[in-house]
């Protein structure tokens, strides 16, 4: 088995964080959101890996390499244009061959390992098996309509949703899904969709099976939903210091604090993890927090965000929260007011707070 790993798109509902950033790097718990699926597929006894790439391919390949960090083979394949998760199939077909593959949403994080549902695919052998969830706002994903244990309708996006079964971004094929791409036309979208070749599938009789995931799934789209899945992850987190913690501080709760990061005369409240080389000097480190490398926060107080590499904040009254801050960004203030800032900021930006 192959896996098919997605990692196009312009992320245009992160920008301005993904004007200079490919969105799937962008890092929770301190790890590039991709990073998390490349694991889950190595761990899955997966060794060859085709990455679907665009307008952010060199990034993507300058992070990932050869997929030796992560022992897999990893191979890129160029998509011009993000013209649908079925014409990304489509445009890999000499890549996967006849055999079956794991198509993974490189920007979608689940808790729990893909081993299972591979397993349960290569002893069922059905043509596709399915990962669905329960969500609260179903209009927003591609959803799929059960009667019984048989999936009979997807729809991407319905405007009037019959169920709240969203596609989880995991889907398993065998090689009938190469004839029902090149049978599908375009959506209104001007996409071709990976929903409407499943139902291709399930309209020529072929066998669609469907896990319903426990544990969360998080598609990280929106800054919001990435703000979520650092939660998550940082939820899990087992205390580890690397670091160096004066006596004048204090670190409570699930605190990972990376090899040569300092933290001088501040308060590390977990969940939270501060990288390597950060300093945190007379400051507040509030939960669900990931500081990356090298990033300094002096004088000031940060929850609930994910600071990215580089980056400062300094003399800041006014508490962050719920935040995405790119790298190498600077945040400082010259004001007194104790009101709460919620900040989205691209790479190399200074804000001034005044």
């Known amino acids: 088995m192959k896996a098919l ?7 245009t509902r992160l920008r301005p964080i993904t004007h200079t950033r490919a969105k799937q ?3 929770v718990a301190n790890k590039p959101v991709l990073f998390y699926g490349l694991e889950s597929i190595a761990r899955a006894g997966i060794k060859k890996v085709g990455i679907v790439v665009g307008e952010t391919c060199e990034e993507i390949k300058s992070a990932v390499g ?18 649908g998760l079925a014409h990304a199939v489509l445009i ?9 593959f794991v198509m993974y949403l490189g920007d979608n994080l689940l808790k729990n390992e893909i081993s299972r549902f591979v397993n349960q695919f290569n002893d069922a052998r059905p043509n596709s098996q399915i990962l669905l969830a329960h969500v609260k706002r179903p209009e927003q994903f591609g959803v799929a309509e059960l009667d019984g244990e048989k999936v009979v309708r997807l729809v991407e996006k319905p405007k009037q ?3 709240d079964l969203a596609l989880v971004g995991v889907y398993l094929f065998d090689e009938n899904i190469h004839a029902a791409v090149r049978q599908i036309k375009p959506s209104f979208r001007g996409e071709l969709e990976i929903t409407d070749a499943i ?5 020529h009789g072929l066998v669609v099976h469907f896990q319903i995931v426990d544990g969360w799934w998080k598609d990280t789209g929106k800054v919001e939903d990435l703000l979520e899945a650092n939660r998550m992850i940082l939820d899990e987190l087992q205390t580890r210091i690397d670091g160096e913690v004066c006596p004048e501080s204090k670190v409570e709760f699930k605190v990972v604090i990376e ?6 005369k501040s308060l590390v409240r977990g969940p939270a993890v501060i990288g390597a080389g950060a300093i945190i000097e007379n400051a507040y480190i509030g939960p669900f927090t990931s500081i990356a490398e090298n990033c300094v926060v002096r004088r000031a107080e940060v929850e609930h965000t994910i600071l990215m590499a580089e980056s400062k904040v300094e003399n800041v009254a006014r508490r962050i929260s719920d935040s995405l801050v790119g790298r190498n960004s600077i945040i400082r203030s010259s004001g007194q007011k104790p009101e709460t800032l919620r900040l989205i900021v691209g790479d190399s ?6």
């Open 5 to 11: 790993v997605l990692s196009g798109g312009k992320g």
């Open 25 to 27: 790097l962008i890092p």
């Open 66 to 83: 050869d997929g030796s960090r992560f022992n897999i083979q990893v191979d890129y394949i160029y998509q011009e244009k993000p013209l």
């Open 92 to 100: 890999s077909k000499d890549y996967l061959g006849s055999e079956p």
């Open 161 to 163: 949703p019959k169920s």
């Open 199 to 203: 139902q291709w599938l399930i309209d």
């Open 259 to 264: 090899k040569g990061a300092r933290v001088i």
């Open 349 to 354: 930006s200074e804000v001034d707070l005044v």
